[in-house]
């Protein structure tokens, strides 16, 4: 969405046509997965097809997982419709022609790494503060334009979650004449669009034109509109200053002319604009343009061009490990970063919540995450599409106990969150792929049918293991005993294709990345191959024992924790000195994570020869 700056009316309220209203998901809902209800909206439309879903950003800044938002939200959305048996183009505008209108602290490479302005060519923008952003250099060198580097990092972030969008670029659609109609219907009617925007912006007066032309002397976008010749297709300008925030950026004061395609339409129209020139049939959106853009937008629709704006879908954001994003701080995550400690099957999860709730996105509980997807997934190998109960190997389960609206969220949610994952996995005979080059590939039409197949059969042997688990197997660096230790534990069974036991065993490479990068209980390396060499007096050896017959009995963590204590005080052992030992026994290190949970996440036969001195 556009980041061009508002001024609410809020003195002139206007009413809004009971079919705009946003918050679609409040109040109760045909179908428990709402996507589900979304795409039931857009149908009673009875909409041409291919049917239009739309994202789209301002480039600004470093492109996050936030501003994925619209397009996996669209995504399930349109996943929906051709679950229905309809045509769906999901497109994502980048409104690459808005002026830059202040540096951001920090951009990001085309890999999604996160630098500071100074660490590339910060003169590239700052030498070009008021110009599009495709007419601005792009500060790596990389891409042609700023605004196609910006571009090129959100059709990367969605490739690598194999969701099918469709990038549009603003400036391509003015310099190839799809804005000039519209514009000149503006124009025309621009007393009628005066009026119906006057309701929402306190700057609207009787010389406000809805068009900022391109000077073509500096380049800069400016605002100050002279005279209007919608016949001839111009406009006669003077290039002044623009407000942004608390500065100004200054125009060269040039006279000149601008044809339609040489400027662009303010935002307020731009975005209603796109939905004519798109065919627009839903957009999804944040609260922000929920409560400001959007009802000055479906106005415009209406009352200035004539048509009926999509079905809309207010969404709130989520939040960054408790804080909001911030580009320009750097409190931000890149889909790539996610991607290296998670499956792309658990983000995509995170987006089928329900959208007009708010939520924490939280790195450091990523183990949280992972169990309810894991648990999501259970259920829908639970429940079968007829409603009768089995298990993922088609035995009989009761069930009685079983969520039914969890059930139906995950009959609905869980064919489309796994989709692009079976298509990287399985190849077009639907066999597995060993190391496939791609953790998502998009579905096409044709293997539509034959991932949903997999998805209720053999895929249904998968085996995952448990997050946290993983990353105690990621403080071994040997597979072999990783593998060792997970079949051990039943975790793995040993009849387990090939193909099963490599997927299994995938999560440990993404749980050990999250251990390193949070810094949590796991970020340390066990020592299970060799004992470490550690002097223990007989009163020392003989606690040890007793802590190692009570580990054999007892998996609670609070309780071993709590048995640590009480052992070293039945001993007369300093408390510190004897987690040392602990320490010393399984890191070869004076210290470590909080040891009873820690033990009680191990493999109970590793921890009790280890405290018995025996392995």
């Known amino acids: 969405m556009s980041d061009e700056e508002t001024e609410p009316a809020a003195d002139r309220p206007r009413e ?222 003077v290039c002044t200053d623009m407000e942004a925030g608390d500065q100004t950026i200054e125009g060269c004061g040039h006279e000149g002319t601008a044809t339609f395609r040489e400027g662009k339409l303010p935002w307020r129209f731009e975005w209603p604009g796109q939905w004519q020139v798109l065919g627009v049939d839903h957009e999804p959106f944040g609260k922000d343009h929920a409560e400001g853009s959007w009802p000055s937008g479906s106005d415009v629709a209406r009352n200035v061009l004539d048509i009926e704006p999509p079905v809309p ?93 969890a059930a139906e969220i995950a009959a609905a949610a869980y064919p489309p969150t796994i989709r692009p994952t079976l298509a990287a996995r399985f190849d077009a005979a639907g066999d597995p792929i060993s190391t496939p080059d791609e953790k998502s590939v998009p579905v096409t039409d044709d293997r539509r049918a034959q991932l949903d197949a997999l998805t209720d059969e053999r895929f249904g042997e998968r085996v995952r293991l448990p997050y946290t688990f993983a990353a105690v197997l990621g403080m071994t660096d040997d597979p072999d005993l990783r593998e060792e230790i997970a079949r051990r534990e039943g975790h793995v069974p040993d009849d387990a294709p090939e193909w099963v036991t490599e997927f299994a065993l995938s999560r440990v490479a993404r749980a050990r990345e999250w251990a390193r990068r949070t810094g949590n209980e796991f970020d340390y390396e066990l020592k299970r191959a060799e004992m470490p060499a550690v002097e223990l007096d007989d009163e020392t050896a003989a606690a040890l024992d007793e802590l190692a017959a009570f580990v054999a009995d007892h998996d609670d963590p609070d309780e071993i924790q709590g048995e640590i204590y009480e052992t070293a005080k039945r001993h007369d052992i300093d408390i510190g000195e004897f987690f040392s030992v602990g320490y010393r026994l399984f890191f070869d290190d004076e210290e470590g994570p909080k040891l009873g949970p820690f033990l009680a996440k191990l493999d109970e036969e590793f921890v009790v020869g280890r405290l018995r001195r025996e392995a």
């Open 313 to 405: 879908m207010a969404y709130e954001w989520f939040t960054l490990d408790g804080e909001a994003f911030s580009s320009s701080s750097g409190h931000v995550v890149m889909v790539q970063d996610v991607l290296e400690m998670i499956e792309p099957e658990v983000l995509r999860y995170f987006f089928t919540k329900d959208p007009s709730k708010a939520r924490d996105f939280s790195v450091e509980h990523f183990d949280l995450l992972v169990d309810d997807f894991d648990a999501f997934e259970r259920t829908y190998y639970a429940e079968d599409r007829d409603g009768d109960a089995h298990g993922a190997d088609g035995s009989d389960t009761d069930g009685s106990d079983a969520d039914e609206k």
């Open 16 to 237: 809004m046509h009971p079919d705009d209203d946003p918050y679609v998901l409040q109040g109760p809902q045909p179908h428990a997965f709402w996507a589900e209800s979304v795409a039931e909206k857009i149908l009673d439309r009875d909409p041409d097809e291919p049917i239009v879903i739309k994202g789209g950003i301002s480039p600004s800044g470093v492109p996050h997982l936030g501003n994925m938002n619209e397009i996996v939200r669209g995504y399930f959305v349109a996943e929906a419709l051709r679950d229905r048996g309809h045509e769906v183009r999901q497109v994502f505008t980048a409104d690459d022609r808005d002026p830059l209108r202040k540096l951001p602290r920090k951009l990001a490479d085309l890999d999604g790494n996160i630098v500071e302005l100074g660490d590339v060519n910060a003169g590239a923008l700052g030498r070009n503060l008021g110009k599009p952003y495709t007419a601005i250099p792009d500060p790596f060198g990389c891409c042609d334009s700023y605004g196609e580097h910006f571009s090129n990092l959100i059709e990367r972030s969605a490739e690598l979650l194999g969701i099918p969008v469709e990038m549009v670029s603003n400036t391509e659609l003015y310099e190839e004449g799809e804005f000039e109609d519209l514009t000149r219907y503006l124009l025309e009617n621009r007393e009628t669009a005066r009026e119906v925007l006057s309701h929402y912006q306190d700057k609207v007066d009787d010389e406000y034109v809805p068009f900022n032309p391109i000077c073509e002397e500096c380049g800069k976008i400016t605002e100050t509109v002279t005279a209007v010749h919608p016949d001839e297709g111009t406009v006669e300008y």
